[in-house]
């Protein structure tokens, strides 16, 4: 007779429903790519990576950065797919959780390549409010954040620092029409999230960033600038390249700048930017 799998928590053989993972196959930091292609960048990144699973859109490779530990998984597009990302890696063992992805300016300032780190996120998600009510804030872990501007700051990218606002939907939702259609609420978003000095849109961060607040988990996210929606450009097929290279490169810098940190805290020692 079969085991009994549980509906509500599902696993076989101990292995996650969604992702394919179990406990102790996964470091406690994990790098969140949308694209499962960029966990392959991440990979390039590491030595001696290998796959640990492949289930849907959700890829997870495990390998070592500068003698850290680190592993990537694939979260797919929009929070509702990061939802389940970040609560089957809490289940596994995951703590600290890092995104790695694209986004869109709101700035012409904020150029095509240039990297956004997000100090908070506006929820314009649908998923994140099956967990807290709209006033709770989604807010970036501020370890994490240091350690992605310092990673930015020490290998040269160009960055920028503030709120990012988050979407489920990619066209109308970020104020794009389809056949000259837009519907009548969405008119103006771009010019009013502007005015509130929100630097971009992407599609996972608020997610992330609620659930991991709730689950006692450190999580953080840096995007690459793909699109600007003020001057209309749109990254080519070569800027590209560099451009998801150089954010996964942030984030595994990121990693190993944690890692240090919390070497120093368990000693019991005061961390850099204390001192």
Same mark, same amino acid.
């Given at each position: 007779?079969?085991?009994?799998?549980?509906?509500? *928590?599902? $696993?076989?053989?101990? +292995?996650?429903?969604?992702?394919?993972?179990?406990?102790?196959?996964?470091?406690?930091?994990?790098? &969140?790519?949308?694209?499962?292609?960029?966990?392959?960048?991440?990979?390039?990144?590491?030595?001696?990576?290998?796959?640990?699973?492949?289930?849907?859109?959700?890829?997870?490779?495990?390998?070592?950065? *500068?003698? %850290?530990?680190?592993?990537?998984?694939?979260?797919?597009?929009?929070?509702?797919?990061?939802?389940?990302?970040?609560?089957?890696?809490?289940?596994?063992? =995951? +703590?600290? $959780?890092?995104?790695?992805?694209?986004?869109?300016?709101?700035?012409?300032?904020?150029?095509?390549?240039?990297?956004?780190?997000?100090?908070?996120?506006?929820?314009?998600?649908? =998923? /994140?409010?099956?967990?807290?009510?709209?006033?709770?804030?989604?807010?970036?872990? &501020?370890?994490?954040?240091?350690?992605?501007?310092?990673?930015?700051?020490?290998?040269?990218?160009?960055?920028?620092?503030?709120?990012?606002?988050?979407?489920?939907?990619?066209?109308?939702?970020?104020?794009?029409?389809?056949?000259?259609?837009?519907?009548?609420?969405?008119?103006?978003?771009?010019?009013?999230? *502007?005015?509130?000095?929100?630097?971009?849109?992407?599609? !996972? =961060?608020?997610?992330?960033?609620?659930? /991991?607040?709730?689950?006692?988990?450190?999580?953080?996210?840096?995007?690459? %600038?793909?699109?600007?929606?003020?001057?209309?450009?749109?990254?080519?097929? !070569?800027?590209?390249? /560099?451009?998801?290279?150089?954010?996964?490169?942030?984030?595994?810098?990121?990693?190993?700048?944690?890692?240090?940190?919390?070497?120093?805290? =368990?000693?019991?020692?005061?961390?850099?930017?204390?001192?």
């Amino acid at each position: 007779m079969s085991e009994k799998i549980s509906a509500e *928590k599902p $696993l076989f053989q101990e +292995r996650v429903y969604h992702l394919g993972i179990k406990p102790g196959e996964i470091p406690h930091y994990v790098l &969140l790519p949308g694209d499962p292609k960029r966990v392959d960048i991440v990979a390039s990144l590491l030595s001696n990576p290998r796959e640990i699973a492949y289930v849907r859109q959700y890829k997870t490779i495990v390998g070592t950065y *500068k003698g %850290v530990e680190v592993a990537a998984t694939s979260t797919g597009i929009g929070c509702p797919a990061t939802e389940i990302a970040v609560i089957e890696l809490y289940y596994v063992g =995951a +703590r600290t $959780l890092i995104r790695v992805g694209s986004t869109g300016s709101l700035h012409e300032n904020v150029k095509i390549g240039d990297l956004v780190i997000s100090l908070g996120a506006v929820r314009l998600d649908g =998923a /994140s409010r099956n967990y807290a009510r709209i006033e709770y804030p989604a807010v970036a872990d &501020l370890e994490v954040t240091l350690a992605l501007i310092k990673a930015a700051d020490s290998l040269g990218y160009r960055y920028h620092v503030g709120i990012t606002a988050s979407s489920d939907s990619f066209y109308a939702g970020q104020e794009r029409k389809i056949d000259g259609f837009l519907p009548r609420h969405m008119e103006g978003l771009i010019n009013e999230l *502007k005015q509130l000095k929100v630097l971009n849109f992407e599609m !996972e =961060a608020s997610t992330l960033f609620v659930l /991991s607040r709730i689950l006692g988990l450190r999580a953080g996210a840096v995007c690459v %600038v793909f699109a600007n929606r003020v001057t209309n450009e749109f990254i080519s097929p !070569e800027e590209k390249k /560099s451009a998801e290279k150089a954010v996964c490169h942030v984030g595994c810098e990121a990693v190993k700048i944690l890692k240090e940190w919390d070497d120093e805290k =368990a000693k019991g020692n005061r961390l850099p930017y204390l001192r």
